[in-house]
């Protein structure tokens, strides 16, 4: 599957239609750190006109005076602040939401405050949903891992990605099963994104990459994954810590079911894990050696650090526990924290 993926996951390419306008949306909570580089990038975006929208989430930093600074030197950039969280609704989502509301654009571009457009990314993006009729565009950027804690974790998300997802997100896995996205790269079609209902249709999700991408699908519209490397990067996490607790946020909309985890559990550990407890069986070794070079494969391809690829079975067994310990916490009723707000879990599907 890994090898398919690799040669199935295309590039985005061709020309913006006509009159297409991006709408760079950023949702920003307490991102002094990252916002004045996101909107620097961003704003040097060539090949369709664009607008910026930030949407200041509550900030306690310096978040909103940054971007009002270059608002002010660019006509083009907006600075909108989030009305009070509704009940039932998460940070993320709501705030994705009311962007999507004030924007003028075509195309919604949705990506993170820690992300890094590359010029051409927005053009190349609305090129492509218009040159293959797509109501979805995504791609996971190019992921910047600076520490021992971030390589044994980020990593996981193109293993999962371009390992066990059949097709890898391609438009023609049409089957909103099949459906994929990063929510850190997002660019959704105007039309179709307010026919179903935009991020509105699901306020409780933490996963709302994937959730949009599902809702288009069942409505009948086309999405797909692309190479995301050559359109963005991304530093996602500063350490293990915070890496643990991300991933941990999202972990039961996605794996971390009561049916779901103990077969991702097998599909994970059989190949990856349980040959080092079976050494130095000659089939145990052979299962290695196809493990890292599916590893290897894959890194290379997505431009990640080299010196993560050693780290592969850490990395395994951390995306399992991570896995696990959401799983556990749900069970006690423990909600899921980020940003000093708490969530509850949603049962996905």
């Given at each position: 599957m890994t090898a398919a993926n690799l040669v199935l996951l295309g590039r985005a390419a061709g020309a913006p239609a006509p009159g297409a306008?991006?709408?760079?949306?950023?949702?920003?909570?307490?991102?002094?750190?990252?916002?004045?580089?996101?909107?620097?990038a961003a704003l040097a975006s060539a090949g369709v006109p664009i607008e910026v929208l930030v949407m200041d989430d509550g900030s306690t930093d310096g978040t909103a005076r940054i971007v009002e600074a270059r608002a002010a030197a660019d006509p083009r950039l907006r600075l909108l602040q989030a009305p009070p969280l509704p009940p039932g609704w998460t940070g993320k989502v709501h705030a994705c939401a009311r962007l999507a509301?004030?924007?003028?654009?075509?195309?919604?571009l949705f990506i993170d405050a820690d992300v890094r457009l590359a010029p051409d990314a927005a053009a190349r993006m609305a090129g492509h949903a218009a040159a293959n009729g797509l109501a979805l565009v995504s791609g996971v950027p190019r992921q910047r891992i600076g520490s021992l804690g971030e390589g044994v974790t980020v990593p996981a998300i193109n293993l999962m990605m371009l390992g066990y997802l059949p097709g890898a997100g391609r438009a023609f896995t049409n089957h909103p099963a099949m459906a994929a996205a990063c929510g850190q790269l997002l660019m959704a079609e105007r039309g179709a994104y307010e026919a179903v209902g935009g991020h509105a249709a699901f306020p409780r999700r933490?996963?709302?990459?994937?959730a949009l991408s599902r809702n288009l699908r069942e409505a009948g519209h086309r999405t797909e994954v692309v190479d995301g490397s050559p359109l963005a990067?991304?530093?996602?996490?500063?350490?293990f810590a915070e890496a643990w607790a991300g991933f941990a946020k999202n972990a039961r909309e996605g794996m971390a079911t009561p049916l779901g985890l103990p077969v991702w559990t097998v599909l994970l550990g059989a190949?990856?894990?349980l040959p080092w407890l079976l050494l130095p069986s000659p089939?145990?070794?052979a299962a290695l050696i196809l493990?890292?070079?599916?590893?290897?494969?894959?890194?290379?391809?997505v431009r990640e650090p080299l010196w993560t690829i050693p780290l592969h079975p850490v990395t395994v067994a951390v995306a399992l526990a991570?896995?696990?310990?959401?799983?556990?916490?749900?069970?006690?009723?423990?909600?899921?924290?980020?940003?000093?707000?708490?969530?509850?879990?949603v049962d996905v599907p």
């Open positions: 306008l991006v709408s760079v949306l950023i949702p920003a909570r307490d991102e002094a750190a990252n916002i004045g580089a996101c909107l620097d509301e004030a924007a003028r654009g075509t195309h919604f933490l996963h709302d990459a994937l990067d991304c530093r996602m996490y500063s350490g190949p990856h894990l089939w145990a070794i493990s890292f070079l599916t590893r290897a494969a894959i890194t290379l391809r991570i896995q696990w310990t959401a799983l556990i916490r749900s069970a006690l009723g423990r909600p899921a924290g980020w940003k000093g707000r708490a969530y509850q879990p």
